[in-house]
């Protein structure tokens, strides 16, 4: 029985950005106290993490002003769906395949 550990990519892979890329990928828009909210991760963490993903060009940031406060607000890119959606396709091929349960 050959063991293969699936192509996973670790940008995604990470448990703030995995939760950051699942909520996009289901909303047009979050901002950032609500990526916040979901992931329970500090300020400086979380930009952290959002840096990293626009940085890859996985997400999209659209900053702007509501009166006097800034408004920062993120998009998953079609580069970063495409990603994630293979990431999720890995995975699931690697959970459901046979060969790699313990016999």
Same mark, same amino acid.
């Given at each position: 029985?050959?063991?293969?550990?699936?192509?996973?990519?670790?940008?995604?892979?990470?448990?703030?950005?995995?939760?950051?890329?699942?909520?996009?990928?289901?909303?047009?828009?979050?901002?950032?106290?609500?990526?916040?909210?979901?992931?329970?991760?500090?300020?400086?963490?979380?930009? /952290?993490? *959002?840096?990293?993903?626009?940085?890859? @060009? =996985?997400?999209?940031?659209?900053?702007? +002003?509501?009166? $006097?406060?800034?408004?920062?607000?993120?998009?998953? /890119?079609? *580069?970063?769906?495409?990603?994630?959606? @293979? =990431?999720?396709?890995?995975?699931?091929? +690697?959970?459901? $395949?046979?060969?790699?349960?313990?016999?």
């Amino acid at each position: 029985m050959q063991f293969t550990l699936p192509e996973i990519d670790n940008l995604i892979h990470a448990p703030i950005r995995l939760a950051v890329m699942t909520v996009l990928n289901e909303v047009e828009w979050a901002d950032f106290k609500w990526l916040q909210d979901i992931t329970q991760a500090s300020d400086g963490n979380l930009a /952290s993490h *959002l840096r990293t993903l626009e940085n890859a @060009h =996985y997400i999209q940031v659209d900053k702007t +002003f509501q009166g $006097r406060r800034p408004q920062t607000r993120y998009a998953i /890119s079609d *580069l970063g769906r495409s990603a994630y959606l @293979h =990431y999720l396709s890995e995975m699931d091929s +690697f959970l459901t $395949r046979k060969g790699n349960a313990r016999q």
